[in-house]
Structure formats: structure tokens, C-alpha cells
């Protein structure tokens, strides 16, 4: 009789098998990249030490068939603060799959966060089937150089110089609404690390209403300065000793062309049009550096606003990314934030950013 799926909860010493079980079944590019985060992304970020880790995996006849990782963060819901776990997927090995492993599965995990979320793009029935809301979040982009896109998407360049003027003239416009460095709100400097006035800065900025990731100098240092992998633009707007706000941009590619990514970013809500000043300094780098098109994801209206002064618009999609969260039943404190418009989100936010 073959031995059922049964499940663990991951311990360092585990590290090893789960590894070789990624290389066996993610592409090798995707292995890769996982691999090369793996101690940075579930061993040494700020929570990992105290509060262990959020990673359960399946094991079938002492194999490892399934695995479900997950990042702990500290979040804000509203005023209240707990431990939530970011989930990235749960994956199953190629040999195993319609088999309805993590349904099947015995035991529980260590223990289940009174918040979990995530990205997905499996259709909304499949996450209700596991008690998970679902809401798709389009993305905000902002074309730079639209020649290169014009010519990557009709497969010809006789378009292209069409396009680099329509992304001159939106430019042009936009222009107007930026507020530059110097003006009334500070300057926009570059920041080598988060220091301590971040913190001061996360309770001025912090929502009483709205559930989000703590974004303190903990957090910030280790999710955007201390990745092995990929380097940050980060961007401060300073007045006098204060931070009034922060921006953090990528610089990625996309189907081959220079992309730009608006990662995370906060103000504090009466710091005025810091955040039109951040997006317009990460923009002109963007532009230095020959990126086409810049995207960005975004909740909160005041940063959709400021996106939207800046030129950005919203980008249809058939099947769009979903935002997908669970919200413990017996914390009934915590059931305001089952809607979608209570989150305040970035791209930052998770693994959404942690893959391209």
C-alpha cells in the first residue's frame, strides 16, 4: 500500500532536500532565481529568526512531492499589528500533479498567520475553494520611449519614430504636474540604507483604516538593500532633518527592452505632492537610462492619484494579476480588511516583484 501525502513544516536542516526538489521541478531559469533567494527570502528576513518560517512541504514514501513556501512579515491592519504570511504558490512536483496533493494531505501546518496574501493568476473558483478572496489589481504604466514598443509589438521598425513622438508629447504634458526637487516639499536625494527616520516616517504615513506591510527601517534594509540578486534605486524626499517620503524603482527588462518598475513608495500624509516629486525623479532617471515603459502597482488613491498626474494609465488585461489574502475566521477583528480597497499595496508587497 503506497504511503499517503504527508505534511512538514520546514526547519533549516531541510534545506538541502527542498532545494534539489526546486531544481526538479521549476524550469531552470525559475530554479535558479529561487535558489539564489532562498536564504535571504525565508532565512533572513527580520521575522525569520524569532518567529521560524511559513513553509510547509508534502512528503510521499520520504520524498518530498509538494511545497507551499511563505514569507512572514509583521503587518498593520488598522492599528492592530500581527505576524502575516506572504504566500508564494504552492507547487507540486510533475509526477504528482492532479492528484489534489494539498487537499489530501495529512496534518496541519505549524501554525496558520491571522493574515496570509498573495499573487496569482489561477482563476477566482480556485481560490474560493480554499476559503481565499480574490480581486484582480491591473497594473499602472507609464510609456517613456514608445518606439521601441510600437516596434517590438508590430514586429517592424517603420512605426517607431510614430511612437517616440507620441512619448515625447506625453512627457510634455505631464510635465506641468511634477513637482521638482527643491520646491516647497523638500528635495529629492538618494538613499544608501533606511535609517531612522523611516520609522518616523512609517508612523506618519501609516493608515488607521488600511491593512499593510510595516514598512519600517527592518524591513526596508532587508527586502530593498540587501537582496543578492538585484539592485534598488531608492529615493528620499528630505526637508530639513525629516524623511517625508520614499520611492523604490528597479530597473528590469521586458521582451528584451529597458523596463522600469515603481516597487514600493510612502508618504506622510501631510507631506503635500512628495510622492509627484519621487515618481518625477525615478521617471527622469528611467529616461537617462533608455527604459521604454515604466509599470507600477497601486491601491491607495493618493498614490494613484500622483501616478496618474504623472502620465501613467491603467492597462487592460484579460487575465490580470490577483491579489489573494485569507483572513483568520476567529479574528473577527480583522474581517474590515476582507475587502480589497482596505490594502494598501505596492509591488514590493510579497513575491510579485521578486520574479521578473
Not at 538613499?191 to 526596508?220: G, I, N
Request: charge should be positive; charged fraction near 25%.
Amino acid at each position: 500500500m503506497d504511503e499517503g501525502p504527508v505534511l512538514h513544516h520546514y526547519h533549516v536542516d531541510d534545506r538541502a532536500e527542498v532545494l534539489d526538489f526546486i531544481r526538479e521541478a521549476f524550469p531552470a531559469n525559475a530554479s535558479r532565481r529561487l535558489i539564489g533567494q532562498w536564504i535571504w527570502r525565508y532565512e533572513s528576513s527580520p521575522l525569520a529568526p524569532s518567529e521560524g518560517s511559513a513553509i510547509d512541504f508534502i512528503r510521499i514514501g520520504g520524498k518530498i512531492a509538494g511545497l507551499n513556501p511563505g514569507l512572514l512579515l509583521k503587518m498593520w491592519m488598522g492599528g492592530i499589528e500581527c505576524v502575516g504570511a506572504s504566500r508564494g504558490g504552492w507547487i507540486v512536483h510533475q509526477a504528482h500533479r492532479g492528484q489534489n496533493l494539498w487537499q489530501r494531505v495529512k496534518g496541519k501546518p505549524a501554525k496558520v498567520r491571522p493574515v496570509q496574501f498573495g499573487w496569482s493568476r489561477l482563476p477566482p473558483r480556485v481560490n474560493a475553494g480554499v476559503k481565499w478572496l480574490s480581486d484582480p489589481l491591473r497594473p499602472l504604466i507609464r510609456v517613456l520611449d514608445a518606439g521601441p514598443l510600437i516596434a517590438h509589438f508590430t514586429h517592424g521598425r517603420r512605426l517607431a519614430p510614430i511612437g517616440r513622438f507620441a512619448s515625447a508629447a506625453a512627457s510634455w504634458s505631464a510635465k506641468p504636474f511634477r513637482q521638482r526637487p527643491g520646491s516647497r516639499n523638500g528635495a529629492v536625494v538618494r538613499l544608501d540604507t533606511f535609517d531612522d527616520r523611516v520609522d518616523a516616517l512609517w508612523k506618519r504615513a501609516r493608515s488607521a483604516t488600511s491593512a499593510m506591510v510595516v514598512r519600517d527601517r527592518h524591513y526596508l534594509n532587508w527586502r530593498y538593500c540587501e537582496r543578492p540578486e538585484a539592485t534598488y534605486m531608492r529615493y528620499g524626499l528630505e526637508r530639513s532633518s525629516e524623511l517625508d517620503g520614499f520611492l523604490v524603482a528597479r530597473l528590469s527588462t521586458y521582451q528584451g527592452m529597458p523596463w522600469g518598475y515603481l516597487v514600493d513608495f510612502l508618504a506622510a500624509q501631510d507631506s503635500g505632492d512628495a510622492l509627484s516629486s519621487l515618481i518625477g525623479e525615478a521617471l527622469d532617471e528611467f529616461r537617462r537610462l533608455g527604459v521604454a515603459a515604466v509599470v507600477s502597482y497601486a491601491t491607495d488613491d493618493a498614490v494613484r492619484g500622483a501616478l496618474f498626474r504623472s502620465g501613467f494609465f491603467p492597462v487592460p488585461q484579460r487575465k490580470p494579476i490577483r491579489f489573494v489574502r485569507y483572513l483568520r475566521a476567529s479574528r473577527t477583528d480583522l474581517a474590515r480588511f476582507s475587502a480589497m480597497n482596505t490594502w494598501y499595496l505596492a509591488m514590493g508587497d510579497g513575491d510579485l516583484e521578486m520574479s521578473p
